[in-house]
């Protein structure tokens, strides 16, 4: 597997990675950087992300949470999600994306679209890959823990 032994940032105690993101390297501004602000605690200047760290290929931007994701396999649609990388945003979002990567493995800004919206606590998903259904998991109520399971039908 192409990403196997790879770090992209999110702490893994397990195995022995334990710092969120890039950390703060240095006192400038630094790509995926977590420094306190807006109440939230961060990095002091000077530390260094995991060895392993490898950056991103996407930035979602803040307080979206790219829950759920997998690799489209259905010919649906005439196969323009074929291959395509489908993330459902829990919290800031609260949709579905899909993701384009391109030949070096980034995901261009432009590779981007938006194919439903309106979810509710999006926080994972799966596909059916012999009619392209998806079937997205929901947490309806974040006070009782509520969820429902969506069904999207292709159109």
């Given amino acids: 597997m192409r990403w196997s032994g790879i770090y992209y940032g999110h702490p ?20 995926a950087e977590v420094v306190a602000r807006d109440g939230y605690s961060g990095y002091t200047a ?3 992300p995991d060895p392993n760290y490898q950056g991103f290929a996407y930035e979602f931007g803040r307080n979206r ?3 759920g994701i ?8 005439g196969g323009a999600l074929k291959n395509q990388l489908l ?6 979002g609260k949709d579905i994306l899909a993701l384009q990567p391109g030949a070096n493995g980034d995901i261009a800004s432009e590779g981007i679209t ?3 919206s309106g979810l509710q606590n999006p926080l994972d998903l799966t596909e059916n890959t012999r009619n392209g ?5 929901e947490l309806v109520d974040e006070t009782s823990g ?10």
């Fill in 87 to 92: 993330v459902v945003e829990y919290s800031g």
């Fill in 65 to 67: 949470s790219p829950d």
């Fill in 12 to 31: 893994n105690p397990v195995r022995d990675e334990d710092l969120l993101n890039g950390g703060n390297p240095t006192s400038g501004v630094d790509p």
């Fill in 70 to 77: 997998i690799e489209y396999q259905s010919n649906t649609f």
């Fill in 114 to 116: 938006q194919i439903v």
């Fill in 146 to 155: 509520q969820g429902q399971i969506s069904l999207l039908r292709p159109a």
């Fill in 46 to 48: 000077g530390t260094r």
């Fill in 133 to 137: 259904n998806l079937y997205v998991a």
